[in-house]
């Protein structure tokens, strides 16, 4: 195959990073095909990277000429598609969650090992930035000894018009979810969420804001994680593992450090986007690069399942504070030793 021929289905803030960043940097892709429920949005953005532009998503997965799929619609809407593309025995690329509900993660597992074969990667980009990528391997080194704690920050500039506290969870919380399974390689056991006083500057209906989010894995090691939709002054992601022996934190991004005028200070990026570059970059080239050997190996339906269930813990536990024992369907074989 020559060029991997991608549709991408919604065509809003990430789906037109992907769109740019698949035609002037991914190699050995096209974008032939969008849709977006905004059909107007889906035009302008189909006019401008010479794509086709479909009447629904269903019509785009169905589309011969699309040979592999990407979703980046609204969260509640990823399932269906994701099942879709698997009916067609197509790769698909869904940008976390995977689902907000764990019914359709389940729907998706026994979709996708009914087929004997992954074809689903869900967009936990972290596990691709090379700042996590040092921070694991420092852990796994031993240099700390064994990890204790892990502190952590999601600090959002503003919140989205549509979140919820819910959603802070669900929706910003999930990536936290993921990378610390990732980096200690165990599952959890236990969650808490704790409701700090709320931000008086930002409120907002149905927004709890800040949010902690506390678990235990399987060894014992606790975590909490600070989620902040309205730090203020930039997208903050913060996180310092607690060994028995050191610590180890994650790097800020690369920037320059300026001392000038009685200060030393770098800049503090805007939003995810300008953040997480590198990493969007390195994991859709390795999407396309593996769909097209057919053998994809990204984070799979498997972890887009337990993160869902982890978050929809926190989320049903969240209003009373109390502390939850968190467990997992069965794990087929299928996606068994994937970290
Ligand atoms: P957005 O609101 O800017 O864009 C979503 C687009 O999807 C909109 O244009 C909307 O009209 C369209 N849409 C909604 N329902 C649809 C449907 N059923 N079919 C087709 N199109 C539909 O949101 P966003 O910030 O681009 O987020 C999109 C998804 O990407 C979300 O699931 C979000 O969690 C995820 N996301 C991931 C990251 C990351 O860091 N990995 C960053 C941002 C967003
Ligand atoms: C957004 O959807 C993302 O996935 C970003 O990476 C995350 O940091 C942000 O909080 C979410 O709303």
């Not at 990890?147 to 669900?170: D, F, G, Y």
């Not at 989320?315 to 087929?332: A, K, L, T, V």
Request: aromatic fraction near 6%; include cysteine; charged fraction near 25%.
């Amino acid at each position: 195959m020559e060029k991997l021929r991608i549709g991408v289905i919604g065509t809003g803030a990430i789906g037109r990073e992907h769109i740019k960043r698949l035609s002037e940097r991914i190699v050995g892709c096209e974008t032939v095909a969008v849709a977006d429920v905004d059909r107007d949005a889906a035009e302008r953005v189909a006019s401008l990277c010479g794509a086709k532009c479909c009447e629904s998503g269903e019509e785009l997965i169905l589309s011969p000429e699309v040979d592999a799929v990407l979703v980046a619609s609204w969260d509640a809407t990823h399932a269906k598609y994701v099942l879709a593309a698997v009916a067609e025995g197509k790769y698909v690329f869904c940008e976390k969650p995977l689902s907000p509900e764990t019914k359709d993660c389940e729907r998706i597992l026994e979709a996708e090992s009914a087929l004997g074969k992954r074809i689903v990667q869900v967009g936990f980009m972290r596990r691709f930035d090379s700042g996590y990528r040092a921070l694991k391997a420092a852990i796994k080194s031993g240099v700390i000894g064994n990890p204790l704690m892990i502190h952590a920050c999601h600090r959002n500039m503003t919140h989205a018009a549509t979140m919820t506290s819910e959603m802070s969870i669900k929706n910003a919380g999930i990536h936290e979810i993921d990378i610390m399974r990732w980096l200690l390689e165990e599952e959890y056991v236990q969650g808490q969420v704790l409701l700090p006083r709320q931000n008086g500057i930002s409120r907002k209906e149905n927004l709890q804001d800040p949010q902690i989010m506390l678990l235990r894995t399987e060894s014992g090691v606790t975590i909490d994680v600070e989620l902040n939709q309205s730090s203020g002054y930039g997208y903050d992601i913060q996180c310092e593992a607690v060994g028995e022996e050191g610590t180890v934190r994650l790097p800020d991004p690369a920037t320059v450090v300026t001392r000038a005028r009685g200060a030393c200070s770098f800049e503090v990026r805007p939003g995810w986007e300008t953040r997480f570059t590198e990493a969007y970059d390195i994991e859709l080239q390795q999407w396309v690069d593996e769909v097209k050997a057919d053998r994809i190996t990204g984070p799979s339906a498997w972890d887009g399942t337990v993160a869902c269930h982890t978050a929809v813990v926190l989320g049903e536990c969240r209003e009373s504070g109390e502390i939850r024992g968190i467990s997992y369907p069965h794990c087929p074989d299928f996606y068994k030793n994937m970290f």
